[in-house]
């Protein structure tokens, strides 16, 4: 077993997907392009690729150890990326999540970025005094997507925010 092909994106799920939603998402794409329903049609031999290719995944994480020694892998190769900045986002580009108290940003998988208002006190607080030792002043909290490996640097202007804070 490796972990080089996701096998949730093979069955276009999520890792954070319960044993039952990936049955779901296997039965669909066994209904979709089993090699039976497209007999001799010009889609069958990528079909067939699919077919397998959904099984194969499915195999390994319909059973609750084989999955969890994958998710071991696949949680490993990602550390041993280095995860890249992908954008930087501003904090004003946010949603306020009073629930949560802390700020939330969608990420391109479905998934999302969020700050608490806590780690942007911190922030802040870390920077002014920076600022106060007229040292460079930047800085921003990585946050890393709830669902994929990406994350971004969520930054704010020091000055607005203190500005926002009275
Ligand atoms: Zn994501």
Redesign the pocket.
């Known amino acids: 077993m490796s972990a080089e092909k996701d096998l949730y994106a093979v069955l276009g799920a999520s890792p954070s997907d319960s044993v039952q939603q990936l049955r779901h998402r296997y039965q669909q794409l066994a209904l979709q392009y089993h090699p039976d329903r497209l007999g001799g049609s010009s889609e069958a031999d990528s079909g067939v690729k699919k077919f397998l290719e959904a099984d194969a995944a499915w195999r390994v994480l319909s059973d609750q150890n084989t999955r969890r020694e994958y998710d071991l892998l696949r949680r490993a190769q990602e550390l041993k990326q280095d995860w890249p900045v992908d954008s930087t986002v501003c904090l004003e580009d946010m949603t306020w999540d009073e629930d949560e108290c802390g700020y939330a940003y969608g ?3 479905g ?1 999302g970025f969020s700050v608490s208002e806590e780690e942007v006190e911190e922030e802040t607080q870390r920077r002014q005094q920076e600022e106060e030792e007229e040292q460079e002043a930047e800085g921003g909290v990585m946050v890393c ?1 709830d ?2 490996s ?1 994350s971004v640097c969520v930054t704010w202007s020091l000055h607005r925010k203190t500005q926002m804070l009275k």
């Open positions: 990420c391109r998988c998934g997507c669902t994929c990406l």
